[in-house]
């Protein structure tokens, strides 16, 4: 049963994406228009805060003594940081960031798109992230810190691009 879980996990997670996605498109309203995008920012920061904060905590914790209270320590911050703030905050980034591209743009710009694959790219490095927690939960991390510290790199220089991307929209 427990080997289960991360699918039914992911499961949930995208019966939950997909429950906020229609229901936020029953909503059509221009007045909706800023209240979305400002949900949207919100959730963003959240998200990437999260994104930056947990390869840090590897970092740390990949050079702790597995069994000792340090790394058990970590095990409870990175399983609540991931729950309780990455997860939530990338659906409400998702559902709001979709809204957004079908009213305000009829998703017909070629930014919004390149911005999609590049938040794909980052949904996919939270999945790592994701089995990492539970990797380092079980005590079965075999990455040394060196490896978390380039991890920790990648959210940012995503972000950069896709902030660039919806800001100039340059195509
Ligand atoms: C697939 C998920 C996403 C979609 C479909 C999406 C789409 C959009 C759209 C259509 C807007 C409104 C642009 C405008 O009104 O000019 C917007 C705003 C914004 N998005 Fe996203 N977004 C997504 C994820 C993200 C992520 C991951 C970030 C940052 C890492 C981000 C950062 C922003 C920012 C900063 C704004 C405000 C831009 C402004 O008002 O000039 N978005 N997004």
């Known amino acids: 049963m427990s080997g289960n879980r991360p699918l039914l996990r992911a499961i949930v997670a995208l019966v939950v994406l997909a429950l906020a996605v229609s229901a936020l498109f029953l909503i059509d309203s221009a007045a909706a228009y800023p209240w979305i ?5 919100i959730a963003v920061i959240s998200w990437m805060a999260g994104m930056l904060y947990l390869p840090r905590l590897f970092v740390y914790h990949a050079g702790s003594k597995p069994g000792s209270e340090q790394s058990e320590t970590f095990k409870v911050m990175e399983r609540r940081l991931l729950r309780a703030i990455i997860n939530p905050a990338m659906i409400v980034t998702w559902a709001a960031g979709l809204w957004l591209g079908w009213h305000g743009f ?8 390149a911005k999609i694959a590049l938040v794909l790219i980052l949904s996919g490095l939270h999945g790592y992230l994701s089995a990492s927690v539970r990797r380092f939960a079980e005590d079965r991390n075999e990455k040394p810190a060196r490896h978390w510290r380039i991890v920790n790199e990648v959210p940012t220089l995503l972000m950069i691009a896709i902030v660039l991307l919806v800001v100039l929209k340059p195509f």
């Open 37 to 41: 995008k400002a949900f949207h920012i």
């Open 106 to 113: 009829g998703f017909d710009a070629g930014w919004l798109y």
